[in-house]
């Protein structure tokens, strides 16, 4: 009796002396380099060091040595432009089926290496664009499903794996527009605007009277500083438009929805902006109908304004992308770990990264971009 009671008195002197204390996590930080090359665009490498709990998107890093090899001999040095993004001082674009190596040297770190190179692309042929309402019995989208189907003639006969990606993008024609700010566009703008017109407002405006504005987004850009909210953008439309041009700016390109049930080229799990194929060495496709099916909505595309479904005019295009494997390991666990943080009974996984001494992708990949709509 006496040995259980100096137990318990010994358990509550435990208990009493215990405090919480807070225990400081801490975050190995290593360098994070990025760079997707394909043979239209220049050489663009992003360099970063890993996050922490503080800073979880991590930092760019600005002082960088960022050099590109081909068939191990030097070829570009990189230099700074901003936020992390390191830029070719030439032209020089990177080439089909040729092997490239990156080699990044930032202070206090191991020299970071990886390689890679573009693989050739698989040839395609559109056959057919079907924008008639179909009724599909599942689809990411509504059921039944308002899409149109495009169709693709898919041609891969090389005795190798072949790694697919195939995205599909908007493009607003308002983008496409010239504007000019005229009287009609400065008093329809007063008239419409939500809160009172101030005594800088007039002034303001015909400060840019008559000047031309490339794109919806650049004038409104400019109208930013007076107040004038989304809403105004068919007051801008009708009053403004003066022309077209056909400069494409690649942000400006934007997600489209995309689904397929085909037996190559699949979804991964609830991920609607990529369809995958893998083709492995011993499969030949030869005049292969591909058949996608792709968001489609009667007056437009439907974007959300200030919580406001708008439909757009917009132009539609398909980007097919033969990947690298290292390219196709990186693309896909990166969008199975997006799939996976809205369903709890999954676990992320670690994406994929061919990146020594640090972590991210070095990879090529070949781009086909065309307009189907």
Same mark, same amino acid.
């Given at each position: 009796m006496r040995i259980t009671s100096f137990l318990v008195m010994i358990m509550f002197v435990i208990i009493g002396c215990s405090k919480t204390a807070d225990v400081p996590i801490s975050y190995k930080k290593i360098p994070v380099v990025n760079c997707i090359f394909s043979q239209d665009s220049i050489w663009k490498v992003y360099v970063s060091i890993s996050g922490s709990a503080d800073n979880p998107k991590g930092e760019a890093v600005p002082n960088a040595s960022v050099r590109i090899f081909k068939n191990n001999q030097l070829i570009e040095t990189l230099l700074y432009k901003n936020d992390g993004y390191y830029l070719a001082q030439t032209n020089t674009k990177?080439?089909?089926?040729?092997?490239?190596?990156?080699?990044?040297?930032?202070?206090?770190?191991?020299?970071?290496?990886?390689?890679?190179?573009?693989?050739?692309?698989?040839?395609?042929? !559109?056959?057919?664009?079907?924008?008639?309402?179909?009724?599909?019995?599942?689809?990411? !989208?509504?059921?039944?499903?308002?899409? !149109?189907?495009?169709?693709?003639?898919?041609?891969?006969?090389?005795?190798?794996?072949?790694?697919?990606?195939?995205?599909p993008y908007y493009y607003e024609k308002d983008e496409l527009k010239i504007y000019k700010v005229t009287k009609a566009t400065i008093d329809s703008l007063l008239k419409y605007r939500y809160i009172a017109p101030n005594n800088n407002d007039s002034l303001i405006l015909s400060q840019i009277f008559d000047s031309l504005f490339y794109g919806k987004r650049a004038f409104e850009a400019k109208l930013k500083s007076i107040y004038f909210p989304r809403s105004f953008s068919s007051q801008i439309t009708t009053f403004t438009a003066?022309?077209? !041009?056909?400069?494409?700016?690649?942000?400006?390109?934007?997600?489209?929805?995309?689904?397929?049930?085909?037996i190559y080229f699949k979804q991964l799990q609830d991920y609607y902006s990529s369809v995958f194929g893998e083709k492995k060495s011993d499969i030949t496709l030869t005049n292969y109908p591909l058949r996608l099916f792709l968001g489609y909505y009667p007056g437009g595309v439907p974007v959300n304004f200030n919580n406001v479904l708008t439909r757009i005019d917009a132009e539609i295009y398909l980007e097919i992308s033969t990947l690298s494997n290292n390219g196709y390991k990186y693309f896909t666990t990166y969008t199975q770990n997006i799939a996976n943080r809205t369903n709890p009974f999954t676990e992320l996984k670690n994406v994929f990264s061919n990146i020594q001494n640090g972590a991210g992708i070095f990879a090529g990949a070949n781009n086909i971009r065309v307009k189907i709509r």
């Open positions: 990177p080439e089909v089926n040729t092997d490239y190596s990156l080699e990044v040297n930032i202070p206090g770190y191991k020299t970071v290496t990886a390689k890679d190179k573009i693989p050739p692309a698989a040839q395609t042929a !559109f056959l057919n664009v079907d924008t008639t309402l179909s009724t599909y019995s599942y689809s990411p !989208f509504d059921d039944p499903a308002e899409v !149109f189907v495009a169709t693709i003639s898919f041609n891969d006969n090389e005795p190798i794996d072949k790694y697919y990606m195939i995205t003066v022309g077209t !041009f056909n400069t494409y700016y690649p942000d400006l390109f934007k997600y489209h929805k995309i689904y397929s049930s085909d």
